[in-house]
């Protein structure tokens, strides 16, 4: 038993349990609710009803394209902590662009999407670059990219590449051919979701099965033992972060496209950090964030139903969230600044 | 100690050893990797608590480390003092520190600079410095776990003088070791260790060095591979090649290796050998001139182009350096071919390295970090060697394994020599380099300072180059 207990798959999911039921129940004994009144109103909010259950998938679906793309870059040993403002900036792209530019819709769902990951990917490709050439740890610079891609975006929305009006923070909304079709009809959930499954298997292909998700793994694994073996560690880093922002800036591009059919700053309530969770919750296996972005989606979704029927504050979910990010990213972080 | 046990997960390191230490003896422990000796060294000074079984001593234990246990940017005083330092008040008595580990140095003829700051030392001074700080305890029982590990054939000897001394005065020590030319040469009995039992106790004037390998080894040492009659052609040239890794520095060294042959390195650990390999794995710079197959490398050619030339570098430190340790086998083996060999083939390749190499458990699907150091070698030496390199460099390609698979290693080496392969082997053991060697180059403070063909290996002069002593 003890040694099953050991095994940090076992480990980190008994953490996360205690972490939701545990924390959850004290903060919500304080707010005087009954845990079980809360956490039935959570999962009834959640599971309730077909559109509850859609709104739970359409969290999912925002969780999984940060929590892939923060995944890819830690199997290559690099921690991604700028999904947050990767999805951000591939969102507005996806948003001014689609807005602008009206094309026929065979063409404007994939220039949309393309849009987005386009964005995000050079946004991840910054800090890959920095890391490649100067060595610069990519933790510290993309969590100061966070910051910078989320002014920038108010900047350019309001500023220069205003559509909507002034100080409305958002562009104009996307024509009807740029919007993804719906998967539930009268819901918020579309293909997207279908998307990121697809994207979840494919990547999860890539990393077992190609020689590049091979060289992506050694690199990540044991970089000095891959350096030796031919594989460029420098370009391993630049690609892997690339294609982490892509993915979190396609997946602004399908919130853009598919939830709020325009940008808007305050698209994202943190994605790109719950996702961090996601990912490592997921064990960084492709299959395994796709069962780990929808217990979080459920989180999500749940905790306003959580807030409007028993009473509990939806912060209650955003504490819960934060702790699974310590107790599971902290010593990640700590072995990571350590060792550079 | 009697009836000592220890066990470790699924392994009995430790199995029921019984060992006396007398006053002023030299007891040699000797066994293989894994044999337990460490272990047993461990649960003498306390430092291991034995499932079963009993230690007593009169007096003070001291051990002194493989790797020394020093605080590299302190002086040396305070090393030697660490813990123990002279007060007064608050404050550190520094004169009183100084006198005392002067006086020490001076009664065991160990003379340091007490001001000097540990990194700035030569390995066989810090040694000093980590064997004071043990006798500052006035231990009555000294162990000492591989202490020339490190060492020149001369420092060697100028140690065993100073342990000889303190034995005399009625210290018991124990040298763990498993260099039986010097447990013949220093120790008064000896003690062979297997597969965690004592297999065979003697009085050192009783027995001899082959005797004790054979208990080592459980059999008779496997020889090592024939040399084939090779025609040798020029293969590397090595012109004015000066580089720098880490803390490794090779100046201005110039050497050929020719394909057919196996040009052993020798030289103490710390002496440029890194620096030589790194510069041929590409993975550091160098400046001057190198020639591989005619052509010449550039210095900031990737580690991928010189595989690609066929040019395979057996790292010294297979864990960090060599192996994904959370990988499998098949994984690993193709590790530095991950672009060469197709998909398909991958398990093939597992396999062929598993049955030309002997590799234990014969399981493709095994995890690398699982296996034993000789296993973890043999896939990298297979995989290296089944490669079809045209030049093999193999930096302590037998460190730490145990004396069947280090023969296994060496013959296949020998053998990829016989098949046209030039073999540079840097080695800090001189035995193996004169077991397997065409011809020995000494390195010395990053340079070379002699060249031996096979036929005129002169034992003391190379000991003494490998010194510095020109």
Known sequence: MSAVLRRPVVRDIVVVLVVVFGVGSIAMLLAHVSP???FGALFDGAFGTRSELAETLVQTTCLLFPALGIAIAFRAGLFNIGAEGQLILGGFAAGWLGAQFPLPGYLAIPMVLLAGALAGGVWGAIPGFLRARFGANEVIATLMLNVVAALLATYLVNGPLQQGGAGASETGTLPKAAQL?????????TWAFVLALVIAFVLRWVLQRTVFGYELRAAGDAPEAARRAGIDLSRTAFVAMALSGA???????????????????????????????VALVGNLDPLWIIVASFAFGVLQSGGVAMQAEAGVPRDVVSLVTGLVIIALAGRRVVAKLRST | MTGVRRRFGAVQAVDGVDLE??????????????AGKSTLAAIAYGAVKPDDGAVTSDGVVGLVHQHFKLIERLRVWENVLLNREPRRGWAIDVAAARARVDKLAAAYGLAVDPDAVVETLPVGIKQRVELLRELDREPTVLLLDEPTAALAPSEIASFFTTISALAARGTAILVVTHKLAEVIAYSRRVTVMRAGRVVARHFTSETSADAIAREMVGGEVPALAAR???????????RGVSARSATSVLTDASFAVRAGEIVGIAGIEGNGQTALADALAGVVPFTGELRFAGEVLRADDSPASRLQRGIRVIPQDRRHEALVLSWNVIDNVVLGRQRALARANYADAAREVIELFDVRPPDPQAIAGALSGGNQQKIVVGRTLT????????????????????????????????AGAGVLLISFELDEIFACADRVLVIANGT?????????IDRGRIGALMAGHA
């Open chain 2, 228 to 238: 084939a009659a090779t025609v040798t052609v020029p293969l590397l040239e090595v």
């Open chain 2, 21 to 34: 230490l007398f006053p002023g003896e030299i007891h040699a422990l000797v066994g293989e990797n894994g």
């Open chain 2, 448 to 456: 070379f300072a002699g060249e031996f063909d096979r036929a005129n």
């Open chain 1, 181 to 189: 079709p719906d998967l539930i009809a009268d819901s918020r959930l």
């Open chain 1, 36 to 38: 079980l009144d809360g």
């Open chain 1, 247 to 277: 993915l979190a800036g396609l997946g602004g591009a399908t919130i853009v496209a598919g939830v709020l059919h325009r940008f808007n700053t305050g698209l994202s309530p943190g994605y790109g950090f719950i996702a961090i969770a």
């Open chain 2, 387 to 418: 490669a079809q390199p045209k030049l093999v460099v193999a930096y302590q390609p037998t460190r730490g394994i145990d004396i069947g698979a280090a023969a296994l290693v060496q013959s296949r080496l020998i053998e990829a020599r016989n």
